[in-house]
């Protein structure tokens, strides 16, 4: 039997046992992996984006040969090149003790790492099985393409990249509370008392007498008010703090062991702040006429979103190396946060 045959009788049990010699399906699997690719030269973000290339490309000839009106006679062909894709996915999977293990890289990215390889495997996996049943697959190799360009697109954005992003969609939550406190400061009113309408079997007012009441209930003091054109100034600062890092952030090398940890602190803080805004717009709405600036709740939340952010500025100015001129507008935000 000539090496043609061979490979083309293995097509079969190779299309029905990609889920074994891949058998991964949570992140604690990958994480589990230990065998690792030794790298000269080279960078793990570096060989991550050259096999997101490769498996594409790799995918896109194995689609071609395994249409079903082009599969007769090409089965040898098939069976070799997804013998070189396997390959490649072996690499890849080779590489993630290199991220999760070395330091060099924030949770957050290998968080965003695993489940995109994950997703990966699901699509590849589909990819096999309508091979195997002789079915179309140009969806399944789509899929994979997508997959692919989201792991290049993860390479080039690195741990930096990927906190600027993550930046973003959190500047953008915190426009949405923004402009709610613009429309509630627009026209102040309170929450609804008695929500559900469980005191009116019990209310012997008339209805003018009522409508004058709920005039009275829904008129929020001047004091709330006030508080809350503070809190909307001091949101709006937060915004500031978190689009002007995304666009003066410069680090020389963001993989490093210091500087990942110090990217991971942000990150967190971050989610953080997003966090303490919310819980603190809401601890001052709840008290509605009973509004206290002295609230222990809203005290308490004010000292937890400035303590945030004092360490988020903290964080950004070791990122700058501590140089006087790269900080400047950091120390300028912060007196501004200061006099609120």
């Keep these: 039997m000539t090496e043609r045959q061979d490979m083309a009788e293995e097509l079969g049990p190779l299309l029905g046992s990609f889920r074994e010699r891949f058998a991964y399906g949570t992140r604690e699997e990958l994480a589990a992996i230990s065998s690792s690719t030794q790298l000269r030269d080279s960078t793990p973000l570096q060989e991550l984006a050259k096999l997101a290339k490769l498996i594409r490309a790799q995918t896109t000839k194995v689609g071609i040969l395994s249409q079903p009106a082009r599969r007769a006679g090409n089965e040898a062909t098939c069976a070799k090149e997804l013998r070189a894709l396997e390959q490649s996915v072996f690499y890849l999977l080779s590489l993630l003790p290199s991220f999760h293990k070395s330091g060099h890289y924030t949770?957050?990215?290998?968080?965003?790492?695993?489940?995109?390889?994950?997703?990966?495997?699901?699509?590849?996996?589909?990819?096999?099985?309508?091979?195997?049943e002789e079915?179309?697959?140009?969806?399944?190799v789509g899929k994979i393409w997508t997959g692919c360009d989201e792991l290049l697109a993860l390479a080039e954005r690195g741990n930096l990249g990927l906190l600027n992003e993550h930046l973003s969609a959190s500047a953008k939550l915190v426009q949405d509370t923004i402009l709610e406190l613009q429309d509630w400061l627009a026209e102040p009113t309170l929450e609804e008392q008695d929500p559900f309408g469980l005191e009116d079997s019990f209310d012997e007012a008339s209805d003018a007498e009522s409508a004058a009441i709920d005039v009275a209930d829904k008129a929020p003091s001047s004091q709330m008010i006030e508080y809350v054109q503070t809190l909307e100034r001091r949101v709006k600062l937060v915004k500031l703090l978190l689009k002007s890092f995304q666009k003066s952030a410069k680090v020389d090398n963001p993989h490093t062991k210091a500087a990942a940890e110090t990217l991971e602190k942000v990150h967190t803080a971050h989610q953080a702040v997003v966090?303490?805004?919310?819980?603190?717009i809401s601890s001052v709405f709840m008290l509605g006429a009973d509004f206290d600036s002295q609230d222990a709740d809203l005290l308490d939340g004010v000292n937890t979103?400035?303590?945030?952010?004092?360490?988020?500025?903290?964080?950004?100015?070791?990122?700058?190396?501590?140089?006087?001129?790269?900080?400047?507008?950091v120390e300028s935000w912060e007196a501004q946060w200061n006099k609120l």
């Design 107 to 132: 949770s957050y990215f290998n968080k965003q790492l695993d489940e995109e390889i994950l997703a990966l495997l699901r699509c590849l996996e589909k990819f096999y099985d309508e091979i195997r």
């Design 135 to 140: 079915e179309e697959n140009l969806v399944s």
């Design 275 to 280: 966090e303490q805004i919310d819980e603190l």
């Design 305 to 329: 979103l400035h303590s945030t952010m004092i360490s988020m500025c903290k964080l950004v100015k070791k990122l700058n190396n501590n140089d006087s001129k790269k900080n400047a507008w």
